[in-house]
């Protein structure tokens, strides 16, 4: 039987209690909802097609800093003198602000997502683990729709409690995403009489999807983390997640720590980072997103030069470093980060694949079924999943910048990361 959601007056009247499945064991009944028009009749499924119908609102990073700072709340809707009679502080206006944006953006997005992912090409929606992240958005896309306005902060309180649940729910998407991949490879070896099984990284609209996929869900744990920020008591420097004086060799330093831990587990070595350059340069950025490029980039640095020169007789070769450069002049458009390593590089035609979610030149390792494994955790296998670098660059391209490398096949990789000093640069949505 097909559940309907009767719209009178301001909110919608449940008909029937309707259980949605967001995994194996757990159903969860969606919550009353409010209404899109007066005297309609909506499904669950056309709710999402309502959503997805609507505009997207990209944001800058400008905006974010002005938003989070109190600059634009002359365009709140609590004016001073409202703000005044309901005796809300600066800070109260700011949050409110934010929340009721995100009261009415997030449903749009998480309806785009969850629609999307019902919908992808070569039967990749039916893998489970897909299915299982399509019914995360739908959840979540529910979730907010059940929050009141925010007319006071005690609305702000609800939509936040909402989010943070959104926010660990959502946690491990890259990793159950790669598990879908898995699976959909799979699939595929197992059909080989089917047409459409040419090598999977030629995939062109499954590669486009998951660009486009990535890419947005960035924006979406970025709009939800400088809320759930921005309501905590205020860090110096910080706006939110952004830090306006992010140090470009502090990420590196610490990125690169990380990655030779990681880099020496696996292979019992690693070869130092040296770091040259702008080190004194700070600049606003978001020092999450900053470390999680440098990071990929250094880890796949350090594995191909430990590979490329370890030898059975020689196992424990002295390694060449890997050099970091950063270069930016108070002109520039972009600060640039050069990661140049002597791990054999690769032949050039292969660069349209170093960018596939389903290529990857360290084996084909399997996703650790592990609570512990979460999108931004060190605790995953070095590399296999054929994920980082197009992760990073969703990352870097968020904020108006760019990842690319270059090879010198038999000697190395130079890994050149743009990142945009130019702060109005939108979100790239459609």
């Not at 959840?139 to 006071?152: G, H, K, R, V, Y």
């Not at 609305?155 to 699976?183: F, M, N």
């Not at 070595?269 to 702008?278: F, L, Q």
């Not at 990789?413 to 640069?425: I, K, M, P, Q």
């Amino acid at each position: 039987m097909m559940h309907r959601f009767n719209v009178v007056g301001r909110r919608f009247l449940s008909t029937h209690r309707l259980i949605l499945p967001t995994n194996p064991k757990l159903l969860t009944r969606i919550p009353i909802l409010r209404p899109l028009s007066n005297n309609t009749t909506l499904s669950q499924s056309e709710l999402l097609t309502e959503y997805k119908s609507k505009t997207q609102t990209s944001v800058s990073l400008e905006t974010l800093l002005d938003t989070g700072s109190g600059k634009l709340l002359h365009a709140s809707r609590f004016p001073q003198a409202e703000a005044d009679r309901l005796k809300l502080s600066t800070h109260e206006r700011t949050v409110m602000q934010i929340a009721s944006f995100l009261r009415h953006e997030l449903p749009v997005r998480l309806a785009h997502r969850a629609t999307e992912l019902r919908d992808l090409p070569y039967g990749l929606s039916d893998s489970p683990s897909i299915k299982h992240v399509a019914s995360w958005y739908e959840e979540s896309f529910f979730d907010i729709l059940d929050c009141p306005e925010i007319n006071t902060m005690q609305d702000a309180d609800q939509i936040a409690r909402a989010l943070q649940g959104i926010y660990s729910r959502h946690a491990e998407t890259l990793v159950t995403v790669a598990q879908g991949l898995i699976e959909f490879r799979k699939m595929k070896l197992a059909n080989k009489g089917n047409k459409g099984n040419e090598p999977l990284h030629e995939y062109k609209e499954v590669h486009a999807f998951l660009d486009d996929f990535f890419l947005h869900r960035i924006g979406v744990r970025m709009l939800i983390g400088q809320y759930l920020e921005i309501r905590e008591p205020p860090r110096a420097g910080y706006v939110g997640m952004v830090c306006t004086s992010t140090s470009a060799y502090q990420a590196i330093k610490e990125a690169s720590d990380h990655a030779r831990f990681m880099c020496e587990r696996q292979f019992g070595d690693a070869p130092y980072v040296e770091i040259k350059g702008r080190t004194d340069l700070t600049f606003s950025y978001v020092p999450s997103h900053l470390y999680y490029m440098l990071f990929e980039i250094l880890k796949n640095s350090m594995r191909a030069t430990v590979e490329h020169h370890s030898t059975e007789s020689d196992p424990f070769p002295e390694l060449p470093d890997v050099r970091v450069v950063i270069s930016d002049g108070e002109d520039n458009e972009d600060v640039v980060i050069k990661v140049s390593d002597e791990g054999g590089g690769f032949p050039r035609s292969h660069m349209k694949r170093i960018f596939s979610y389903l290529y990857t030149t360290a084996g084909n390792n399997t996703v650790t079924n592990s609570a512990e494994l979460k999108d931004f955790g060190i605790e995953g296998p070095l590399a296999g999943l054929g994920y980082g670098l197009p992760i990073s660059r969703a990352y870097a391209r968020y904020f108006g910048g760019d990842l690319s490398l270059v090879p010198m096949e038999g000697w190395g990789t130079d890994a050149f990361l743009h990142l945009s000093r130019l702060y109005d640069h939108r979100e790239p949505l459609p």
